[in-house]
């Protein structure tokens, strides 16, 4: 996890944790730190976190436990918008700066976090949708081994007659 803070355009120090609930709780920590030194009379407007396949929920909840408002953001757009202003190096790094500047320019609006009972039911339609998948998958490999079974066999039928 690479974390940057941006105000008008200087970036400032970009530390790198690992994705444990621990630290989660150390970005919580540290951007509540920053923030008041970026603009004093300011709060700032929207947290954006890159949306990684889940990765990114526990530090978005620690966030919205203290009240910092988080976008989590589309990591496609962010990487369009990072080429399109001419930064085509990918590093955890520049990715962080990325992210604050697309924050910067797009300002994108935060999401109110999802209850738990609505993240479970997320969580299990999710898991529906993948043991589907899996089942389709099956009886599509199922299917291709009785027609390569039965291909012998009608081969054999034919050469007795």
């Known amino acids: 996890m690479s974390c940057s803070r941006s105000a008008q355009r200087s970036i400032g120090a970009t530390p790198r944790l690992p994705c444990t609930r621990r630290d989660c709780r150390r970005v919580v920590a ?7 030194s970026v603009q004093p009379s300011v709060q700032p407007s929207v947290i954006v976190v890159e949306a990684t396949g889940g990765y990114e929920a526990p530090v ?5 436990v203290v009240g910092l408002r ?8 962010v990487r369009d918008f990072a080429k399109a202003t001419g930064h085509l190096a990918k590093t955890d790094r520049l990715d962080a700066q990325a992210l604050a500047h697309f924050g910067q320019a797009v300002r994108p609006t935060p999401r109110p976090l999802r209850d738990e009972e609505t993240q479970a039911l997320a969580a299990l339609v999710e898991r529906r949708r ?6 389709t998958a099956e009886e599509n490999r199922l299917g291709a081994t009785r027609v390569a079974l039965a291909a012998p066999r009608r081969a054999q039928g034919a050469r007795t007659r």
């Open 70 to 77: 988080v976008a989590v953001l589309n990591p496609r757009q």
């Open 60 to 64: 978005v909840a620690e966030l919205g």
């Open 30 to 36: 540290w951007l509540q730190s920053v923030q008041p």
């Open 130 to 135: 993948q043991v589907v998948a899996m089942r």
